[in-house]
């Protein structure tokens, strides 16, 4: 218990406190291996949660909890089957950024900014308490849109006040309304806030299912779904590389909807289905479509995200087993691709100023391992065999099997299309023999470096992170183990037919 | 003894050693600058060695049980709720004769490359594709479900298009390779939508068990849905009209893995996916006649094309399709086994004609030569254009434009949708502009810290 407290604590309080100490001119140069290390730190420890959960608890959920409860509030934090495997993979990915970014990119106040985005995320996934949670995910953007200000990207930093409000405003206004709700009922409840306690209440006393509606817009938004993407490729294109990708490291939308939405408003989650699935596939279908017709990288990565977005959704509408982890490990691969091939655009753009594809052409040349690293990503990206793609890609497809026939062919589709979207990149920016592809004045580059070691070995390693899920994807499915208590508590009225899933529900939330 | 579940595992092994091969090359370019020719060369013959015993032992395998088809379930891949994927090989006649072809003329082509090749800067490159296309084909033919089979079908299809474009600072391979992967992958749907229908059909991809249950599950239109995808997966791997223009500018790559590929293997891939359905296709006389009239139309539209192609790969890629396209009909007319002994043979001689083609010329003139002068006036023939009929001139001009299916494509498909494309893009960045508040993005400030 108390061993529990103390670990899920450091976990994201470890990299808070890195980036408040490392302060003051003397230790600029001592930040980025002070942040390395605190990285590391954070990896081992979140892996050292893994292994516990895994033997203690068999990926059941583990939790400890802070006595004092002040105004309703209490410091409750837990580990269960999803975030065990979410924690060292956002961790491993904000270490990789931290090792691979270009340094001149990485200044040491990029670098504070990177350990709190870090902090907060981390903060994100261990809570259990609705309000320290939502002041985590309302926090979580807030050195991103800092950053951007400081940086005199003005349009994008209104473009992210605009999705910070959009994606914070329903979750504040949830807890809010969630307050006033239990104060009018008058029941003594000293924990409101507990999700434990409130999914557990679900059974006897639902909560209405409007205020399921305020989470699940807010998570919407974060994920970038179709109609709600605009921030996406903005913050692709303009943003700080490095802060971004560790904005990114947590697929935190799919996160909140699976922690709070499911579990807490299961009849909400059916009733909303037949929106979310059609909301998925345009999504997936247009990032595809879009992505398609991009000249810079940047953006095109920025699609590519949305039209993944499609599939998670498409997957946990699916609700049933194989959708719904097929969709979280998707999750968790879509991050570590968007990373890698971000770190690999990152790098073109520091030794070339440019990610315009107009004006790139023939790098292999000079640079096989980058362009062979961004061939394997691009690959494992759109789920070809034996990778992670194709594991979570199939179970998806399975999932939407049953009822959603035409979901699924559309998923297909949708796949095709960022096959080629991504192999096309890579023939523009790495084969030919340079400018053979139309506007613009050619970057020419007869001495374009080659990935650095560093660099190397994160691609190197997230690579081979997607081939061990592809090749062993086991451990990986225990994702499921905690959505499945959420999951079986939708899937009892009726699973043979989802229409009647539907009526069914209906009436039980009528009073 | 034979039964051993030693010789077993070794036995399905097939598809595991070069797929070790080509991680051990992988892995050696990792770790030094560049590996010698000999140590690639080294790995290449041994896992292909290995392969070609693996299969060789699956073949005896199958031979033993009486030449009944040999179901082998060896573990499940992973497991969620019903669903599971299973790791099983499937021996009957068709895949054990494919196998065995397969792995003798990789083994081959890996004999001839390690000379052809010599001191090409993309030697270790053209070794580490050729050994993944390895596994990948016998993934593929020896994979006892369409999911396995889908599996090793990407992975042809992926190196298919690095192999394409393998001259990579040339322009002209490296549009052929992005043609090649926009023809697969789209025509890769058919298959994953067949896979798919048939999970909801049968409940299950496995053959063993779409085998046993079609008897009694005839009715419906399923069949011919499911053998129409199929169709459509084969069309593009085997080339067929009206997606088969990728195969004449797939030339450019190296001699070998033309050889190996499209004289050899992987344009065959398609007639060996409808082999395996045969069951299936046998169930839909409906989707058996468009495999008829697909694979006539481009027997004949090929050959001609190939009469009149004016080099010597291009005119050998032509009559390739030509015959591939025959051995669609022999499946449309439900003869199988014809199919499967066309299919050998022709891969054998295709395989030993692209190896010669470089020394067309030199052929040529060899036979010139021991004509003794007079062979010229046989060889060639001049054809005036005022003798010719107008109908020959017409069919003239169809074959060498390739009866404009490219172009017809191009036109209406790819750049509408292209530009339809670019125009939502505009639309998007044009609401993005006014959400930032039309503010122009302070380029390169750099960072204020």
């Given at each position: 218990m108390q061993t529990d407290l103390w670990l899920m604590t450091l976990i994201w309080a470890l990299p808070l406190g890195t980036a408040l100490l490392a302060r003051g001119r003397w230790l600029d140069r001592a930040v980025r291996p002070a942040a390395i290390g605190t990285?590391?730190?954070?990896?081992?420890?979140?892996?050292?949660?893994?292994?516990?959960?895994?033997?203690?608890h068999a990926f059941a959920r583990s939790e400890a909890v802070w006595a004092p409860v002040v105004l309703g509030i209490r410091y409750h934090v837990g580990i269960d089957g999803l975030t065990s495997v979410l924690l060292p993979v956002s961790a491993g990915i904000i270490l990789a950024v931290l090792i691979a970014a270009p340094r001149r990119v990485l200044k040491s106040g990029v670098i504070r900014q990177i350990l709190l985005t870090e902090s907060l995320l981390l903060g994100v996934l261990v809570s259990l308490d609705l309000s320290i949670l939502t002041l985590f995910w309302v926090a979580s953007l807030l050195p991103l849109l800092f950053d951007l200000r400081r940086r005199g990207e003005y349009g994008a930093a209104r473009m992210m006040m605009i999705v910070g409000t959009a994606?914070?405003?329903?979750?504040?206004?949830?807890?809010?309304?969630?307050?006033?709700?239990?104060?009018?009922?008058?029941?003594?409840?000293?924990?409101?806030?507990?999700?434990?306690?409130?999914?557990?209440?679900?059974?006897?006393?639902?909560?209405?299912?409007?205020?399921?509606?305020?989470?699940?817009?807010?998570?919407?938004?974060?994920?970038?779904?179709?109609?709600?993407h605009f921030w996406i490729v903005p913050l692709s294109e303009r943003g700080p590389a490095p802060l971004v990708l560790t904005a990114f490291a947590t697929p935190l939308g799919m996160f909140l909807m699976t922690r709070v939405t499911m579990p807490l408003f299961p009849e909400l989650f059916t009733a909303a289905m037949p929106i979310l699935l059609p909301l998925g596939l345009l999504t997936a279908t247009y990032g595809a479509i879009l992505a398609m017709a991009q000249y810079d990288l940047r953006r095109m990565l920025g699609y590519f995200w949305i039209s993944q977005q499609g599939f998670l959704l498409a997957g946990i509408a699916a609700m049933n087993a194989p959708g719904v982890s097929g969709a979280l490990i998707h999750a968790i691969g879509t991050v570590v691709v968007r990373t890698g091939l971000a770190l690999l655009i990152g790098g073109i753009d520091a030794r070339m100023g440019t990610t315009d594809v107009r004006r790139l052409g023939g790098l292999v040349r000079t640079a096989p391992r980058m362009a062979t690293g961004f061939l394997l990503l691009a690959m494992a990206a759109v789920g070809s065999p034996g990778t992670l793609g194709f594991v979570s890609e199939d179970l998806i497809v399975q999932g939407l099997l049953d009822h959603h026939s035409i979901a699924a062919v559309t998923v297909l589709v949708t796949t095709a299309l960022n096959g080629i979207v991504l192999f096309l990149a890579f023939q523009r920016v790495f084969l030919g023999d340079g400018g053979t592809f139309g506007a613009g004045p050619l970057v020419s580059s007869p001495q374009f470096p080659d990935l650095l070691p560093r660099e190397r070995w994160v691609a190197v390693a997230l690579f081979g992170l997607l081939l061990a899920g592809g090749l062993l994807p086991a451990p990986l499915l225990a994702v499921r183990t905690s959505v499945v208590d959420a999951l079986h508590g939708i899937e009892m009225p009726g699973l043979a037919d989802p229409q009647h899933e539907v009526h069914a529900a209906e009436p039980a939330h009528a009073p | 003894m034979i039964q051993s579940p030693l010789i077993w595992t070794f036995a399905a092994l097939g598809p595991g050693w070069p797929a070790m091969g080509a991680v051990l090359i992988g892995a050696l370019t990792l770790l030094q600058q560049r590996p010698r020719e000999s140590q690639v060369v080294a790995i290449a013959q041994w896992t292909l060695l290995l392969t070609l015993g693996s299969v060789l032992t699956g073949a005896v395998l199958w031979l033993s049980h009486g030449q009944q088809p040999v179901d082998l379930r060896?573990?499940?891949?992973?497991?969620?709720?019903?669903?599971?994927?299973?790791?099983?090989?499937?021996?009957?006649?068709?895949?054990?004769?494919?196998?065995?072809?397969?792995?003798?003329?990789?083994?081959?082509?890996?004999?001839?490359?390690?000379?052809?090749?010599?001191?090409?800067?993309?030697?270790?490159?053209?070794?580490?594709?050729?050994?993944?296309?390895?596994?990948?084909?016998?993934?593929?033919?020896?994979?006892?479900?369409?999911?396995?089979?889908?599996?090793?079908?990407?992975?042809?299809?992926?190196?298919?298009?690095?192999?394409?474009?393998?001259?990579?600072?040339?322009?002209?391979?490296?549009r052929a390779a992005l043609r090649v992967l926009v023809t697969y992958r789209l025509c890769d749907i058919g298959l994953l939508v067949s896979a798919v229908a048939l999970h909801r059909w049968l409940h299950s991809t496995a053959f063993a068990d779409i085998f046993a249950h079609l008897p009694q599950s005839t009715h419906g239109a399923m069949p011919m849905f499911i053998g129409l995808g199929l169709l459509v997966a084969a069309m593009g791997k085997s080339a067929q009209i009206p997606v088969g223009g990728w195969l004449p500018r797939a030339m450019e790559g190296p001699t070998a893995s033309s050889a190996v590929f499209y004289g050899g293997l992987s344009v065959h891939m398609g007639v060996y996916l409808l082999l395996r359905s045969a069951p299936l296709l046998a169930h839909s006389p409906g989707a058996r006649l468009c495999v008829l009239v697909i694979g006539a139309v481009t027997a004949v539209m090929a050959a001609l094309s190939g009469q009149v192609s004016a080099d010597a790969k291009s005119a050998v890629a032509y009559a390739t399709i030509s015959q591939v396209g025959l051995m669609f009909v022999e499946i449309g007319l439900n003869l199988p086994r014809l199919a499967l002994l066309h299919l050998t043979a022709h891969s054998l001689l295709r395989y030993y004609q692209f190896l010669r083609t470089p020394s067309a010329l030199q052929d040529a003139l060899q036979r010139r030569r021991a004509m003794a002068g007079g062979g010229d006036s046989a060889s060639v023939r001049a054809v005036k254009v005022g003798q010719t009929s107008s109908f020959q001139r017409f069919l003239y001009r169809l074959a060498i434009e390739r009866f404009a299916i490219e172009a017809a494509l191009d036109r209406w498909i790819a750049r509408p949708m292209l530009a339809a494309a670019r125009a939502l893009g505009r639309r998007e960045d044009a609401l993005v502009a006014w959400l930032s508040g039309n503010q122009q993005p302070a380029k390169d400030k750099g960072d204020a810290d």
């Open positions: 990285a590391l730190m954070v990896v081992l420890l979140s892996l050292w949660a893994f292994v516990r959960e895994g033997s203690d994606s914070s405003l329903p979750m504040v206004l949830f807890v809010g309304l969630l307050t006033v709700l239990r104060a009018k009922s008058g029941a003594a409840v000293q924990t409101p806030y507990d999700l434990v306690a409130l999914a557990q209440r679900q059974l006897t006393d639902p909560l209405p299912s409007w205020l399921g509606g305020l989470a699940m817009v807010g998570a919407l938004v974060r994920m970038g779904c179709f109609p709600l | 060896l573990f499940d891949i992973y497991r969620s709720g019903d669903y599971a994927l299973e790791l099983r090989l499937y021996l009957d006649l068709s895949s054990v004769v494919v196998a065995t072809v397969a792995a003798v003329l990789i083994l081959a082509t890996s004999r001839f490359a390690q000379r052809y090749l010599h001191r090409e800067p993309g030697f270790n490159r053209f070794y580490a594709l050729m050994l993944t296309f390895a596994a990948g084909v016998l993934l593929l033919v020896l994979g006892g479900s369409y999911d396995l089979l889908l599996a090793g079908w990407e992975v042809v299809g992926w190196t298919s298009v690095l192999l394409v474009g393998f001259f990579q600072e040339r322009p002209g391979p490296v």
